[in-house]
């Protein structure tokens, strides 16, 4: 029986307690286990010096063994976050240039999104009616009819509403997204469904993989360089918007425990609140 080193206390805390996304949970302690009872996987991806190379399905893991004194040293466990999003929700491959909106969002409350749609199923149709249901608290009807108007960009960005005009008057309409979201039976499902469309929205996306696999830090800074033409990155709005991505990129690690990297510390992983908890294992 091989002993476990690690590299670092915290790489050797997240093992002890499988502090991984579900998938990695679920793929990783049988190669854990081979490496306790040999002290190598039988086909690793490469040697580099003694540094061996595990390219598993939801991770990649680099360890150094040494026969000898039946010691296996875990140096890195990297987590293939792209792969397990386009597992878990339904992601294109590419996207047409056409058929993206230049508008950035300026609603970031995920919650206030999912009662936006459902206040539309139930017939309000008009951006100070859901201003007022939304909480509002201004003094001006423009006003109020502005924070209405903020939820339907935001959702007609991400796909989930349109607005079709007759005559003067212009009706909301769910999109079949939209009315999923609305009708769902439970909270859960709505979240799953909303952060489904979220990762369909391009800039988050992107962004999603800078700061996951990409290893960038998650900033006003790196959101404008993704999201934003270079013309609007100084614009009045440009700050607000950009804490509207950032919001709901730590929203969607959150939700699904993919590690993020934060200006504040390397990492966030969160456990996931719909993919379910595990144990640690005492014995690593």
């Given amino acids: 029986m091989f002993e ?11 093992v002890r307690k499988l502090d991984f996304p579900t998938e990695v949970c679920q793929e990783l302690p049988q190669f854990l286990e081979a490496l306790r009872q ?21 991770f990649e893991m680099q360890y150094v063994s040494d026969p000898i004194n039946q010691i296996v040293t875990i140096l890195d466990i990297q987590i293939k ?3 397990l999003l386009k597992t878990r929700f339904s992601i294109p491959d590419s996207w047409d240039d056409k058929d993206i909106l230049e508008d950035i969002p300026q609603c970031d409350k995920p919650q206030k999104m999912i009662k936006t749609l459902e206040l539309i199923h139930q017939g309000l149709n008009s951006s100070y009616e859901l201003g007022l249901k939304l909480g509002s608290k201004a003094k001006q009807n423009k006003d109020v009819a502005r924070h209405g108007q903020y939820a339907l960009s935001t959702l007609e960005e991400l796909r989930l509403i349109e607005r079709n005009r007759k005559g003067r008057k212009i009706n909301l309409n769910l999109t079949n ?49 993704i999201a934003y033409r270079p013309e609007d990155h100084l614009s009045d709005t440009s700050n607000r918007r950009s804490q509207t991505l950032k919001n709901w990129v730590k929203f969607i690690s959150k939700f ?21 908890n595990y144990q640690s294992q005492e014995n690593l």
């Fill in 4 to 14: 476990f080193k690690f590299a670092d206390k915290k790489l050797q805390r997240k």
């Fill in 38 to 58: 040999k002290g190598e996987i039988a086909k690793v991806d490469y040697f580099l010096g003694n540094i061996n190379r595990i390219d598993a399905h939801t």
């Fill in 81 to 83: 976050s792209i792969e």
């Fill in 177 to 225: 997204k939209g009315e999923l979201i609305a009708k769902a039976p439970d909270q859960e499902t709505q979240t799953r469904l909303l952060i489904e469309a979220m990762l369909n929205y391009r800039p988050v996306w992107l962004i999603m993989g800078a700061v996951t696999e990409g290893g960038k830090e998650l900033t006003d800074e790196l959101v404008k360089e």
């Fill in 256 to 276: 699904t425990g993919i590690p993020i990297c934060l200006k504040e510390k390397t990492l966030q992983l969160t456990i996931p609140l719909i993919y379910g």
